[in-house]
């Protein structure tokens, strides 16, 4: 059994991220909008409403990383090349990867 090599699990946040994380701040923007402005429950000891203005404000912040990650990830391109060759030994993998734009 191989142990994995670093870049195999070490992955850069990417468009895909970037969208999954709006999507997120919108979800968590909505829930507490209506926890803020459309419940009128009154508890002892908990404030629904001051609970929907921390969801709220997480979920713009949310929204916000997510906007950023989705804007800087479109600039950075890669490019992977493999070569699998047959040698007397048996086979040759070669893996050349190039990067270019902002990192």
Known sequence: MH?????EYAR???RGTGTGLIAFGIV????????AFAVTVRTHGFNIN?????????GIIV???GIAILVTGSRRSSTTVENVQSTPTGQE?????RDWGTP
């Open 12 to 14: 850069a946040m990417n």
């Open 3 to 7: 142990a994995p090599r670093p870049r």
């Open 50 to 58: 001051t609970a929907g203005w921390i969801l709220l404000i997480v």
């Open 63 to 65: 929204l916000v990383i």
């Open 28 to 35: 968590l923007g909505a829930v507490g909008a209506v926890m």
């Open 93 to 97: 993998r070669v893996e050349e990867r």
